[in-house]
C-alpha cells in the first residue's frame, strides 16, 4: 500500500526514443508534481498540477507532456530523448498547494545512452 | 522568487558528534519550512517540518526552529549515528512558492563509526 508509486524504477534508453513514467497516489492528496533530480542532487520542480489542472510548469522543454487522467495519477511522457535528460525523476503529492509536505515517490532512474 | 540556501558539504562526522546543518530562506509571505532526507538509492521522506515563527519540528532525535528574524531553519541532532548518513535538505513551501517546494542543494553527510 505504497503511498506514491512510480513506474518503473530503472529507465534505460537510447536517444531519440519516446518513453513515459508513470505515477499514482492512493493519498486522495489534490495536488501532484514531478520532480527532476540532477547528478549532484539538486531537485528542481518541472510540473505541477492541482486537481488535474496544469498550474506550474517550470521551462520544461516541449519533448515534455505530464498528463493527468484523474486526481490519482499524473504520467510523464518524454519525446526525443537526449544525453542530457539522464536524471532521476521523482513523482510527488501534497495534500493541498499551500505549505503542506509533499510525499515523494522512489523515483525513476532514466539514462539515455 | 523564493529560495533556500543550505551549507555545502559533504559533512563527515564520528559517531555520536553533534550535527548542525545551517539553512536560510528567502521567501515572500510566511512559507511553511521542511527538512526531507533522501537514504542511498530511495527518495525523499519528510524528516521535520515548521508551519510558523518560533515552531519547532522534531523527528528521531533531529530538530529545528523556523527563526523568522534570521529567516533560518538549522538542523541539529544531538548525537549522530552511522544510520543518520544520507543527503539533508531544507525546503520551502506556501507563501510565495504555492503549489511548488523550493529546496535547497542538499547536504551529504557521512557518520563514521
Redesign the interface.
Known amino acids: 500500500d505504497t503511498a506514491v508509486s512510480q513506474t518503473p524504477k530503472y529507465l534505460v534508453t537510447q536517444m531519440g526514443n519516446d518513453k513515459s513514467i508513470k505515477c499514482e497516489q492512493n493519498l486522495g492528496h489534490d495536488t501532484m508534481y514531478w520532480y527532476k533530480q540532477d547528478s549532484k542532487k539538486f531537485l528542481k520542480i518541472m510540473f505541477s498540477y492541482n486537481n488535474k489542472e496544469l498550474i506550474i510548469n517550470e521551462t520544461v522543454p516541449n519533448r515534455f507532456s505530464p498528463k493527468s487522467p484523474d486526481k490519482a495519477h499524473l504520467n510523464l511522457h518524454i519525446n526525443s530523448l537526449e544525453l542530457g535528460d539522464s536524471a532521476v525523476y521523482f513523482c510527488a503529492s501534497s495534500q493541498d498547494s499551500y505549505g503542506t509536505e509533499a510525499f515523494f515517490g522512489q523515483g525513476t532512474r532514466l539514462t539515455v545512452v | 522568487g523564493d529560495s533556500v540556501t543550505q551549507m555545502e558539504g559533504p559533512v563527515t562526522l564520528s559517531e555520536e558528534a553533534f550535527l548542525t546543518i545551517n539553512c536560510t530562506y528567502t521567501a515572500t509571505g510566511y512559507?511553511?519550512l521542511?527538512w526531507?532526507v533522501?537514504y542511498p538509492g530511495?527518495?525523499?521522506?519528510?524528516l521535520l517540518?515548521a508551519?510558523k515563527a518560533d515552531d519547532k519540528g522534531s523527528n528521531k532525535g533531529f530538530e529545528a526552529t523556523y527563526r523568522k528574524e534570521t529567516t533560518s531553519f538549522h538542523l541539529e541532532k544531538g548525537s549522530v549515528q552511522v544510520s543518520d548518513s544520507a543527503?539533508y535538505?531544507c525546503a520551502l513551501?506556501?507563501?510565495g512558492s504555492?503549489?511548488?517546494?523550493?529546496?535547497g542543494?542538499?547536504t551529504?553527510l557521512t557518520v563514521n563509526p
Open positions: 512559507p511553511s521542511f526531507y533522501q530511495e527518495g525523499l521522506q519528510l517540518k508551519t543527503v535538505f513551501s506556501g507563501g504555492n503549489y511548488k517546494l523550493t529546496f542543494k542538499g551529504l
